[in-house]
């Protein structure tokens, strides 16, 4: 047993070795694609071995001839996954961003390129534990959608593991699996805090203004352009010479505005637990879809709203390091 | 996992095709098992399919313990035993529809699945006829096509689609089978031994011979077993089959004496010619090989001769078996014969039958010489009317051989053997009962003997000239020598159709048909260690090691080929595609430069991009795009001409075709 946990040690080994992360998308290679018997095929390897010896028991030829096609059969058979495997292109597209403890689906495209169908295409991280009910085909010369399941993570920002895309089709008796790294990378957004804290009212010193006014009166600067911002907020003037989009930007008195502000937060020690209450109040603010703006170490996001807003804001406390 | 409440993993109408194939496996066995088994069975997959259809929750696991537990108890008390092809075979069944009742996930399929594998090799402890072939294939087609519907579980897959992958699957394997087959390494069986029944309910001979054993056979035309004499085969008369040899009469039955198969040297000298011959013998579920009278060696693998003449087999035969046997028909056996077996060879029960006694002391008493007595005998039966007939009148228990000869006097040759060994016994001549087969019937290049030659002779032994044959029969009825058994029998005796003398055309087709069924059986059927052995020397591959190897590279070669063959059915496109081909060297190239082509675009929007990216190559990008969106989308059949050019440019690329004319000619 620990010589067997040794030597698949030394073969994961050996394998993370051969992947350097690549961009998406790739194509399977004859090189990276593995291919072992699955339980299911031992399991038939078992049966053929009471077959061959009732076979002989009874020095009947026809059992033999049973046992040597399906042996044969299931020799034949190991070729099928490799080759529903083999030039297979995976891409993986933006993995959408979660709250922390949600699990993360990984969005596959298949593109198959070969002159057969391809069927049962399985993908996931443990290469024992692919559900067929996930599988897809990909007939040739189109494309095919799939996904398949990360477990939950903390707040950050993560490299995609190395998953295995396989194929146990047509009999399940070999599994045929390639190990890919690639360079996508995912978020995972603070848990929302559960507490009842009240988002800090709008400071003003001309009294509270309704948060939906937003500066529009006084010109202060460009800023590059973020999807999302309206049409008319974008500064045309300027994208002939820079050749990049700008956005004008309205200053606007500091104490209008609904700051969400980490350093404010002096009371929550734990820097997760800021974090999570930034999120609820991020949440709860484009909710009820007043303007906020968010202040973090080394960040400053002006207060805006709307669904590339909250974006930009929840990938800031995502991507915040702490603790430094 | 015990609660009742699983519903099916698989679709409805995928549970559906897997009962379809369960049912088209068991229901040759229908025959063999008993009635309630067979209705268990059907009523499961009824109800199973009625389950898959309404999403019926599986049986609380106490109902089904309980009929699992029944339906070992019925098999049990239907058969007596659980270990037997019967039995078994009524287990496995019942135990596959039990398997039905909680079959949700997976692994309950593929056991399923996997049973029936097993199920389907059961045929063929019963049946190995040529017609069994397609059963094996077709079966396992269908189970196959099952189990590649469980690995697509997300969606069936159109019944001709599974059925052309499974055969596609099947047709790969079918050369790889036939290297296993022929090389695969055969032992000679059994390992671990038959079951009471195996061999059960053949045609043959039995143990034992009392009046109407032998008359039963012949109302059967099977085939006992065929022959191929390798030189010419002897005349009809002397084609005596030798089988059980009996030396113990009780008065009623003659069965085969305590020590006729304790060995003692036996000494058999040659004259004449011998006779080489192969048997393609049929199952008769006993160890006895039926040779010409008198076989000699050398024997074939676990074959030997007992010291009564009988060539045995060391286990049963219970499948078709090849043997290759040399007979000689003129020989002297056991001249010296020790005293105990001449004792045996003697002995009568006691009292009964006193006229045949009387009979056969008054021959000995005025005759004396023991040929003179044989020669009273055979005339009695010639000269006086005694008739040959299967419908002998019945004879009664306490004196059955006065009764036979004194009054009934019409009897089969099995009373006539029997009578007449009583008689030299009681003349005090050692004599001996012998049954087997006589005759055969020419078919093509080799004899068939059927059960209907079933026959039963004589064996007296005579001081200087060891064991002679006697057969009284020949002395009531010639024919039945010389011209077998439909020639014998008065008409109006009813017998098989192959027996009779007159044929039909019906009867010729049947002949012909034997003759391929006998090509099955010796090339197929008969392959074993023997024949393998044989067949590997013949072509220079003689041994294990030889035959290992030849194993071992023929199966890697033909799976290299197949795997090749598989990859091809993958290959990509672009291998198939010239335009498609050039395009992609045209997209490395751009890749080679930085230029990483997009998947969601197209050649116009690529050509776009690279030549707002590198306006100098504009003007070679945009042709090559062209060129190929024409050679692609405009027509179902692309000018030749048209490709050339884009090859053309495409291999200079990023250079332009025209910028040194003299490298490439116009011709390309």
């Not at chain 2, 017609?131 to 969606?155: E, K, Q, R, Y």
Request: aromatic share 10%.
């Amino acid at each position: 047993m620990n010589l067997r946990i040794r030597l698949s040690e030394r073969f994961e080994n050996w394998v993370v070795s051969r992947h350097v992360p690549q961009p998406p998308p790739v194509s399977i290679r004859r090189g990276r694609c593995y291919i072992l018997p699955t339980r299911a095929g031992y399991m038939f390897a078992l049966m053929l071995l009471a077959m061959l010896l009732g076979a002989m028991n009874y020095n009947n030829n026809l059992a033999f001839a049973l046992t040597f096609l399906l042996a044969a059969t299931s020799l034949v058979a190991m070729h099928h996954p490799h080759a529903n495997l083999l030039g297979l292109t995976v891409h993986v597209g933006h993995i959408p961003a979660v709250f922390a403890g949600e699990p993360v689906w990984v969005p596959l495209q298949y593109t198959n390129a070969g002159s057969a169908d391809r069927f049962s295409l399985l993908a996931g991280l443990k290469r024992s534990r692919l559900s067929l009910d996930l599988a897809v085909d990909c007939a040739s010369g189109e494309t095919a959608q799939s996904r398949f399941e990360l477990p939950a993570r903390e707040r950050g920002v993560y490299r995609l593991p190395r998953f295995a895309v396989a194929t146990e089709f047509p009999l399940g008796l070999f599994q045929s699996w390639s190990w890919l790294s690639l360079t996508s990378e995912y978020l995972v957004y603070p848990r929302p805090a559960t507490g009842q804290r009240p988002i800090p009212p709008v400071a003003s010193q001309h009294g509270t203004r309704s948060g939906q006014q937003e500066g529009r009166d006084d010109f202060s600067h460009l800023r590059d352009y973020r999807p999302g911002d309206a049409l008319r907020s974008i500064h045309w003037k300027s994208f002939p010479h820079s050749g990049r989009l700008a956005v004008k930007t309205f200053a606007e008195p500091m104490d209008e505005a609904l700051w969400l502000d980490w350093h404010q937060l002096t009371d929550l020690h734990d820097p997760e637990a800021r974090l999570s209450q930034l999120c609820r109040w991020i949440l709860d603010c484009e909710a009820g879809q007043k303007p906020y703006g968010l202040r973090l170490p080394g960040v400053e996001i002006a207060p805006a709203r709307g669904h590339a807003h909250r974006t930009d804001c929840l990938e800031r406390l995502a991507r915040l390091k702490v603790g430094s | 996992m015990s609660t009742a409440v699983m519903t099916d993993h698989l679709p409805a109408a995928n549970v559906q095709r897997i009962l379809t194939v369960l049912m088209l496996i068991s229901a040759p066995h229908f025959a063999r098992l008993p009635l309630w088994a067979s209705l268990l069975v059907i009523g499961i997959c009824a109800w199973r399919w009625q389950a898959a259809q309404r999403t019926w929750a599986m049986p609380p696991r106490l109902l089904r313990s309980v009929l699992a537990i029944a339906g070992f108890a019925g098999v049990y008390a239907q058969f007596g035993t659980l270990n037997g092809h019967y039995a078994g075979v009524a287990l496995l069944v019942l135990m596959l529809a039990m398997k039905l009742t909680e079959m949700t996930r997976r692994r309950d399929y593929l056991l399923v699945i996997y049973l029936s594998y097993f199920l389907l090799i059961t045929h063929f402890l019963f049946s190995q006829e040529m017609l069994m072939l397609p059963v094996l294939f077709l079966g396992a087609l269908a189970i196959t096509m099952v189990l590649i519907d469980v690995n697509h579980p997300h969606s069936l897959l159109p019944a001709r689609q599974t059925l052309r992958l499974s055969a596609r699957l099947l047709l790969q394997a079918l050369p790889l089978m036939l290297v296993f087959f022929v090389l695969f390494p055969r032992i000679p069986g059994p390992l671990w031994g038959f079951p009471s029944d195996a061999g059960a309910g053949v045609t043959g001979l039995s143990d034992s011979m009392e009046p109407g054993a032998i008359s039963s056979l012949s109302q059967s035309d099977a085939v006992a077993f065929r022959v191929r004499f390798s030189g010419p085969a002897p005349p009809r008369r002397d084609l005596y089959w030798r089988g059980p040899v009996f030396e113990y009469f009780n008065g009623r039955a003659w069965l085969p004496g305590a020590w006729a198969e304790v060995p003692r040297p036996v000494t058999v000298s040659q004259q004449g010619p011998a006779i080489d011959y192969e048997i393609q013998m049929e199952p008769h579920g006993h160890k006895w090989v039926l040779p010409l009278d008198l076989p000699i060696g050398p024997w074939p693998a676990d074959v030997a001769m007992g010291p009564d003449l009988v060539v045995r087999q060391r286990r049963n035969i219970i499948e078709k078996q090849l043997f290759q046997l040399r007979s000689i028909l003129d020989y002297q056996a056991d001249v010296k014969l020790p005293l105990s077996v001449r004792q045996r060879n003697l002995l009568l029960p006691a009292l009964a039958n006193p006229r045949t006694r009387a009979l056969a002391q008054s021959w000995r008493d005025q005759l004396g010489d023991d040929r003179r007595i044989i020669q009273a005998a055979l005339s009695l039966f010639r000269n006086e009317a005694f008739s040959y007939t299967l419908r002998p009148p019945r004879l009664l228990d306490d004196q059955p051989i006065d009764q036979f000869l004194f009054s009934t006097r019409a009897g089969f040759c099995e009373h006539y053997a029997s009578s007449f060994a009583y008689l030299m016994r009681a003349a005090d001549i050692p004599a001996r009962v012998v049954t087997g087969y006589q005759g055969a019937e020419a078919n093509g290049d080799y004899h068939i003997v059927r059960q209907f030659d079933a026959h039963a002779w004589t064996e007296v032994w005579l001081p200087g000239e060891g064991w002679v044959r006697v057969d009284p029969t020949a002395a009531v009825a010639t024919e039945r020598i010389e011209l077998g058994l439909g020639g014998a029998l008065p008409s109006g005796e009813s017998l098989p159709a192959l027996a009779r003398m007159n044929r039909d055309a019906l009867i010729n087709l049947r002949l012909r048909w034997d003759q391929v069924n006998a090509l099955w059986n010796r090339w197929v059927l008969a392959y074993g260690p023997e024949l393998q052995q044989r067949f590997l020397g013949a072509i220079g591959l003689p041994g294990l090691r030889a035959l290992l190897l030849s194993l071992t590279f023929g199966t890697v070669l033909l799976l290299l080929i197949i795997g090749i063959m598989v990859n091809r059915g993958h290959r990509a496109l672009a291998q198939r595609d010239p335009i498609l081909k050039e395009w992609q060297r045209f997209v490395r190239k751009l890749n080679k430069a930085g230029l990483q082509a997009l998947p969601q675009e197209g050649p116009r929007d690529l050509s776009r991009r690279v030549s707002a990216d590198r306006p100098e190559w504009a003007s070679a990008v945009e042709p090559i795009a062209r060129l190929y969106i024409r050679l692609r989308y405009a027509s179902q059949k692309p000018d030749p001409q048209l490709f050339a050019r884009l090859r053309q440019r495409v291999r200079r690329f990023p250079k332009l075709p025209n910028e040194s004319p003299t490298s490439h000619p116009a011709a390309r």
